[in-house]
């Protein structure tokens, strides 16, 4: 058993690595437009955490990081990135633990998994609720992700790093 006060340093540490983070998002990749479209960071954020932390810290990880984005960013509905983002922390954590070593490599194939799958749960949804561009909205999805990606190298080298200096053998 882990003694209280690490548990709350590692994720305090972690918490702080998200605020940047969220900081980078908001004062850079906010600023940058291609096409008409934006990079958008969070996805890949309880992906990676989670890939590192395993399946059921990853996976709290990833339902804490959803509801804040709940609260600050405007979703399709009420509880949409805390649905998508324990998803893809339950998926990314599965990947880490059982088909790829945490590294480089599982950061950019969670990465890409995370973003595919609030992209996929966004155009489910406007399905469900009475049609969009279907066509449209596949392209902007592949075009969000495909700008997005480069970003893991801001986030893999910074969530690597918290795992590293935080993580106690005992």
């Known amino acids: 058993m882990l003694p209280k006060s690490y548990i709350v340093f590692k994720w305090t540490v972690y918490g702080l690595a998200t605020i940047a983070l969220f900081a980078f998002q908001y004062l850079v990749l ?7 479209l934006t990079p958008f960071l ?17 996976s709290v990880f990833a339902l804490v990081l959803g509801v804040v984005c709940d609260l600050l960013v405007v ?3 009420d509880g949409f990135y805390t649905l998508a983002f324990t998803l893809a922390g339950v ?14 490599l599982c950061a950019l194939v969670v990465s890409v998994l995370s973003l595919l799958l609030t992209a996929g749960l966004r155009i489910l949804f406007a399905w469900l609720s ?18 997005t ?5 801001v ?4 969530y690597r790093w918290v795992h590293k200096r935080c993580t106690v053998e005992y």
């Open 155 to 158: 986030v893999f080298p910074l």
């Open 75 to 77: 979703g399709p509905f």
């Open 30 to 36: 906010d600023q940058i437009t291609v096409w008409g």
């Open 91 to 104: 998926i990314a954590a599965l990947i880490g633990e059982n088909l790829l070593s945490p590294g480089f």
């Open 149 to 153: 990606l480069p970003a893991v190298v």
């Open 130 to 147: 009475g049609g969009e561009d279907f066509l449209l909205m596949g392209e902007i999805a592949l075009g969000e992700t495909l700008l």
């Open 42 to 58: 969070y996805p890949m954020l309880p992906a990676v955490a989670a890939s590192y932390e395993g399946l059921r810290r990853g």
